[in-house]
């Protein structure tokens, strides 16, 4: 049966389905063999229910509602311009700042892809015209996009959260010192790189001009305050913040900016509501077919033939990092989560290992497939934003993609990167 599970699912992969057919062809197969016909296809509906059920999803839409509002407005612009204003003169500043703007609009989007669209969009003819190639720009745009999945709020965080019954809050703030810590690898590294290919530098901008990028970018930064402060504050759950996010950059964007219209406002939920219906669809199937694999034990199935029982936490760590980060170079995030998650989710309980750390690598791992060739979701926004060959857009990746290796090395070694932010915050939950 599992042969046939995955076997059906790869052929309707390589026949061009969308990932969404595949996942309800395999929990349909599993429920006919397990229950010997259709007489229990209720239960399936219910599994798929089930899956959609949890209030902690309802955070997902929410965040994906504010990125989109927020990237046909003035905060991506304001955030940029506020970064510029004290890195932009350093060498290698104009790309420091690319990294850094990622950074901030993941903190008040979530989304990769969101992130490649609304810092990319302004920066790349900015670094263009500044002398960078642009391998090295569509690879940094890219793969910074990278730290939009792991600083609060984090969609991934969000999914494998539900999946696993972790804590979302935790998972936030586990977030940040890996994403803090990618930030300083790529400035480190744009510097070389500036400095190698004779980049110049930008004009340094005045403590005047300082001044007005910070009052300019006050209403912006209102975002991550309200997330991390709200929620480790104890004022807002993860989805009451998320409702906050959405309500506060239609404030700024219809009343204080007056950038969006009503019209504009339509057409920005439309958009969210049609992405939000492939990904509770994807959830959906995913927990109608993780019940499958998990009834006919094939994660004990898996595990058993490549011998993780016998493995220590280091090896566990290891295997997840590289099933996670190969599942991503061909698959949508989500799908991943969905699919592996419930499969690990035995041995990572069995050794004792932290799901809050498991979650911030499983959150890095699938960050890093989404921007890695072949088919990483990232690479396909950055060809369609930007209008450039597949090729192209992967030439400058492996120094990157080398670096958030290094990055997921460094979090398993040393756990405390994810984890010292969290045990200060939840001290019951350190240990």
Not at 22 to 43: R, W
Not at 127 to 142: E, N, P, Q, V
Not at 244 to 271: D, G, P
Not at 414 to 431: E, K, N, T, W
Request: aromatic share 12%.
């Amino acid at each position: 049966m599992t042969w046939a599970i995955f076997g059906t699912m790869i052929v309707l992969l390589l026949l061009g389905f969308p990932m969404m057919v595949p996942l309800i062809a395999g929990s349909l197969i599993g429920f006919v063999a397990l229950f010997g016909g259709f007489s229990q296809l209720d239960t399936m509906v219910q599994q798929v229910l089930a899956g959609i059920r949890p209030a902690s999803l309802i955070a997902v839409p929410m965040f994906i509602f504010a990125a989109d509002i927020m990237t046909r407005g003035q905060s991506a612009t304001r955030l940029i311009d506020l970064v510029m204003a004290f890195v932009g003169h350093l060498r290698g500043g104009l790309a420091v700042s690319t990294a850094a703007a990622c950074t901030l609009f993941g903190a008040v989007s979530g989304s990769t892809q969101a992130t490649v669209v609304a810092v990319g969009g302004p920066l790349r003819p900015r670094m263009l015209k500044a002398g960078y190639k642009d391998s090295f720009t569509l690879a940094l745009i890219i793969n910074a996009s990278d730290i939009a999945f792991l600083i609060p709020p984090s969609i991934g965080m969000i999914i494998y959260g539900v999946v696993s019954g972790t804590s979302i809050s935790e998972l936030f703030i586990a977030g940040i010192g890996p994403g803090l810590l990618i930030l300083l690898m790529f400035s480190v590294y744009s510097w070389f790189y500036a400095k190698r290919h004779n980049v110049p530098t930008e004009p340094k901008a005045s403590w005047g001009e300082r001044r007005d990028a910070i009052l300019r970018a006050l209403w912006p930064l209102g975002f991550p305050v309200i997330i991390v402060g709200g929620i480790y504050g104890g004022i807002f759950s993860p989805t009451e913040a998320a409702a906050a996010c959405v309500l506060y950059a239609l404030f700024l964007e219809m009343i204080i900016f007056r950038e969006m219209t009503f019209k504009q406002l339509y057409a920005t939920a439309k958009s969210t509501g049609l992405i939000t219906a492939v990904v509770f669809i994807l959830v959906g199937a995913g927990a109608a077919f993780s019940y499958v694999i998990s009834f006919a034990q094939i994660p004990q199935q898996i595990l058993g033939a490549i011998g993780i029982d016998e493995m220590g936490q280091y090896g566990v760590l290891f295997t997840i990092s590289i099933a996670f980060f190969i599942g991503c170079m061909f698959v949508d995030p989500i799908v991943v989560i969905l699919i592996l998650v419930p499969i690990f989710a035995p041995v990572v309980q069995s050794v004792g290992l932290d799901p809050v750390l498991v979650g911030t690598i499983i959150t890095l791992q699938v960050a890093i497939g989404s921007a890695t060739p072949p088919f990483g979701c990232d690479i396909f926004t950055a060809i369609a934003v930007f209008k450039r060959p597949y090729a192209e857009v992967i030439r400058g990746t492996p120094p990157f993609i080398l670096m958030l290796l290094t990055a997921s090395v460094l979090l398993i070694f040393f756990p405390q990167i994810a984890l010292f932010l969290r045990d200060l915050a939840f001290p019951g939950s350190a240990g």
